[in-house]
């Protein structure tokens, strides 16, 4: 029976890079000594900063970024798997990428996957997100072997998108991720459906690390990292919005059962949507 132990580890991230990294560092070193040997860190691991310009200036090129840097000789020197859930990146243009990372157990990254779906909201108590100013968008979904299982990358809002997930599963995922910062607001509502929908959907594993609290720059993330089962069932929860790690154990094997039961990928058919007036008259 193929297993592993996974790590969620959730932060608080602030407008200190180094600070982050000291935090980040020490609950990942708790982790792998507790067992796991696939460890993810939340969205905007390095630098949460609402301010463009002050987010652009505390980030930097991939091939220059300290936090980067560091956490490869981490996993290398433990010897596991860390996805870090996203790092501000700075491009050349002058935005910046929302940009997560694989690196192996031998302190190499295997892949990257940059945000493909924009938070750009108007929240009902004002609240306002527009992520498409400051981020640019991905196109590209990583579905990574770690030999242990084949796993899809995806950040945050992509949770509420539906076909990413199941086109990764499609090729091949049996662990779906979604590291995040989600909005107090819209987490204490949706959060937990969303990672236990997206499990259930595609008989695969939710693991999801989170930001929790009042942050530096005033925003309030929900916190309550997640590991989800392929049956829907919620295995492993941190239940509050404080730093800390959370492990499960993943046996592959209920990966293959959950499909076997509900085969909702195997029975997927291609079909056209069409609108239809109130006289009848087929419109598009």
Known sequence: MTSFVAACIQMRTGRNWLENLHVCEALIREAAAEGAVYVQT???TNVLER???????ASSFESDD??????GLLADELSIWIHIGSLAIRLEDNKLANRGFMISPQGEIIAHYDKIHMFDVDLPDGES???SESYSAGNVSPVIDLGVARLGMAICYDIRQPVLFREQSKAGAQVLTGPAAFTRQTGEVHWHVLQRARAIENGAFVVTAAQGGTHEDGRQTYGHSLIVDPWGKVIAELDHDEPGVLLAELEMVKVDEARQRIPAIKNE????VTTVSLNGEMVS
Do not use: V
């Not at 301010?51 to 200036?57: D, E, F, G, V, Y």
């Open 129 to 131: 997100w527009r992520e």
């Open 269 to 272: 058919c291609k079909f056209s």
């Open 42 to 44: 939340p969205e905007m």
């Open 66 to 71: 300290p936090f980067l840097k560091q956490l």
């Open 51 to 57: 301010n463009r310009k002050a987010q652009l200036a």
